[in-house]
T-cell receptor, first 111, second 113 residues
């Protein structure tokens, strides 16, 4: 069954505001997590990843936070732009090659 | 672009047709994957190949038949599909160990009529 899930299927955010997308996972043995972005008509694209020995990792305008105590993962997007409108997936590794994906959160940026 | 290409991008086929989806990766990876993406559902892993050998068949019906002639190419042969097979079919590739990041192609939008 699905071990990775997202709290909300949709998120509407004002342009310029920060976005927070949440994800809960159930496999406490997972040691690697990824966030993907999927724009309309495209395949998922890697945004950022984090290993379980870290609590936080920052990229360009994005930050991933990992709370292993409550098995929670979040993606923060700073100063959200229209180009950030997409579906965002979290994924966790099941084994060396297998990822388990959540259903996705659709982010809509309001001008 | 991610270095993973898929053709065709769109396919409409009848239930009695036979068609094939093609995936090619230019990243030097040795693992390739087929996923099915349906609306409002998580990505469903279908098949995994590592160094041309199939390592996973996730209880996929036999009307879907994968083929991996080499580490750079992956095919999905389709035969007597059902309307519920209509979905976006995504190909991905990765290195086998060390990193779990998978690189996805743009997908083939399949409609079964």
């Amino acid at each position: 069954g699905e071990s990775v899930g997202l709290h909300l299927p949709t998120l509407s955010v004002q342009e310029g505001d920060n976005s927070i997308i949440n994800c809960a996972y159930s496999n406490s043995a997972s040691d690697y997590f990824i966030w993907y972005k999927q724009e309309s008509g495209k395949g998922p694209q890697f945004i950022i990843d984090i290993r379980s020995n870290m609590d936080k990792r920052q990229g360009q305008r994005v930050t991933v936070l990992l709370n292993k105590t409550v098995k929670h993962l979040s993606l923060q997007i700073a100063a959200t732009q229209p180009g950030d409108s997409a579906v965002y997936f979290c994924a966790e590794n099941i084994n060396d090659y297998k990822l388990s994906f959540g259903a996705g959160t659709t982010v809509t940026v309001r001008a | 672009e991610t270095g993973v290409t898929q053709t065709p991008r769109h396919l409409v086929m009848g239930m009695t047709n036979k068609k094939s989806l093609k995936c090619e990766q230019h990243l030097g990876h040795n693992a390739m994957y087929w996923y099915k993406q349906s609306a409002k559902k998580p990505l469903e892993l279908m098949f995994v190949y590592n160094f041309k050998e199939q390592t996973e068949n996730n209880s996929v019906p036999s009307r879907f038949s994968p083929e991996c002639p080499n580490s750079s190419h992956l095919f999905l042969h389709l035969h007597t599909l059902q309307p519920e097979d209509s979905a976006l079919y995504l190909c991905a590739s990765s290195t086998w160990t060390g990193t779990y990041e998978q690189y996805f192609g743009p997908g083939t939008r399949l409609t079964v009529t």
